[in-house]
């Protein structure tokens, strides 16, 4: 709160290089992120990076999260349009037509820009999307990030046991499900090939469009200069029943991933994960 309250209270021209400026000091004061978002950068630059280049990308990351926070505490209380205006969409076809098949649409993201951004445009359109959140502790905090993304006109869903019953009501309803799946929160998901290592990821995006028929849209969200962004929607992954469902989930999963390596090297001093993501991570922790 007390961060949102500065975000709100300082002029963008003061606020946004104070930001950038706190997500390179916290690159040096958190070594543990430091080192994985290394790792990440590593990996989505195929090994090129290295150095001081890799140096100044680590810091670049931190400082794309730090802006992350500062327009996430600033969304709520920007003036009518500015969403519209800060925003330009590259395939907002596919999001169309998806609607107008019926089923609803899922949109997967990679931990990648300013994905709020996206939902908070989505709702511009006069949708209402359902996004499904990661629970955090205390419970204050839940309910201060709810406010906020509900503020923004979404609906928010924590993962949980009831979050499948809600994103399936949701697409019977023709609408929009926001689902960030580069990460396996829970350590239940489907093993990938991702970035030339074994992972997992989450199922939840192949098994409702199997179920549902409703598409899955890859989609990442760029930060660009003088507080723009850069919405890039893909055309739906292929999600046809072919064998058995488990087979089935994971093929569909396994090109979610494809597609989000190409999502993320794109930018990829913009993709904020800074957990272990693969099990090497955590071997080396």
Do not use: K
């Not at 979610?256 to 090497?280: C, D, K, T, Y």
Request: hydrophobic share 40%.
């Amino acid at each position: 709160r007390t961060g949102s309250l500065l975000a709100n209270a300082l002029p963008g021209p003061v606020a946004e290089p104070l930001a950038g400026a706190l997500g390179r000091t916290l690159a040096v004061a958190m070594p543990a992120r430091r080192r994985i978002v290394a790792r990440n950068l590593r990996r989505a630059t195929d090994g090129t990076l290295e150095g001081a280049g890799l140096h100044r990308g680590v810091s670049q990351v931190f400082s794309s999260y730090a802006r992350y926070w500062l327009e996430l505490f600033r969304l709520p209380h920007e003036p009518p349009g500015t969403i519209d205006r800060r925003f330009r969409v590259e395939g907002y076809e596919h999001l169309r037509r998806a609607l107008e098949g019926g089923r609803g649409a899922i949109v997967t993201l990679p931990h990648v820009g300013g994905f709020e951004y996206a939902a908070a445009w989505i709702a511009r359109r006069g949708h209402t999307p359902t996004v499904v959140v990661e629970p955090v502790e205390p419970p204050e905090l839940l309910a201060w990030f709810t406010s906020v993304r509900e503020a923004l006109g979404m609906e928010v869903v924590p993962l949980g046991p009831n979050a499948a019953t809600r994103m399936l009501a949701a697409l019977a309803e023709n609408r929009v499900i926001c689902l960030l799946a580069d990460r396996d929160i829970n350590g239940e998901g489907v093993e990938v090939e991702f970035f030339g290592e074994t992972t997992t990821m989450p199922a939840g995006p192949a098994v409702l469009a199997l179920r549902t028929g409703a598409p899955i849209l890859p989609v990442a969200v760029y930060f660009e200069p003088g507080g723009m962004h850069r919405g890039v929607v893909e055309a739906p992954v292929p999600a046809t029943r072919e064998g058995r469902l488990r087979e089935d989930v994971a093929r569909v999963t396994q090109e979610i991933a494809h597609r989000f390596e190409g999502l993320i090297r794109r930018a990829p001093e913009q993709w904020h994960v800074m957990q272990p993501n693969w099990p090497s991570d955590r071997e080396d922790t």
